[in-house]
């Protein structure tokens, strides 16, 4: 048989080969478009105000960790509840920033409040500065009242107070936060061991 030749058998085999292979290079291209692409356009819905591009500029060590103004991406922003998760993502990272417990504890649930007393929470947070914070997805918990938003932030605080993993005074957060919805709206929740957050040094 000739190298310029295939048998019936070996087309017939080519031919699924072909279809998965497409379909594979099909789905990683539209993988790229959502991870690397950040359209201007606002979603339907959305709020102009709470939507912002990625910076594809890093920051210098001084302007670390960045604003502490929580922005949306444009998939967040579509959501329903934006504005909701938005607001309370916007409390729990602020009163962080301002060292208010009692602040704090108006945008999470009652079980995560008494499980941070004042001290304990305030030595915790005594160096910690978070900034940048960006809300990248809002998807539906396990129950209709439930939410969770998967939210990204860089942290800054003294290397005495760095996770014991992660011995940094800087470090790019990503983390899934559940959302419980309450009476005077949704607050913040404990996590799954399941959802551990992941980090890495600026």
Known sequence: MSAGTSSPTRQRWLIPVLVVVASLTVGVGLL??????????????????TVSPVSSTP?????EPGPDAVDLSPDAAAHPSQDAVRKTLQTYFSAINERDHTKWGTSVTRTLFFEKPPAEWQDAFS???DGSIRVYRIEQGSTVTTLRALVGFTSTQSLDYAPNDAKATCLRWRMVMPLVRETTGYKVDKGSQNESPINEKC
Do not use: F, I, M, N
């Open 32 to 49: 790229a478009r959502e991870v690397y692409s950040h359209p201007d356009a606002v979603p339907a819905g959305a709020s102009a105000g």
């Open 127 to 129: 160096t910690t500065k």
């Open 59 to 63: 920051l210098r060590p001084d302007q």
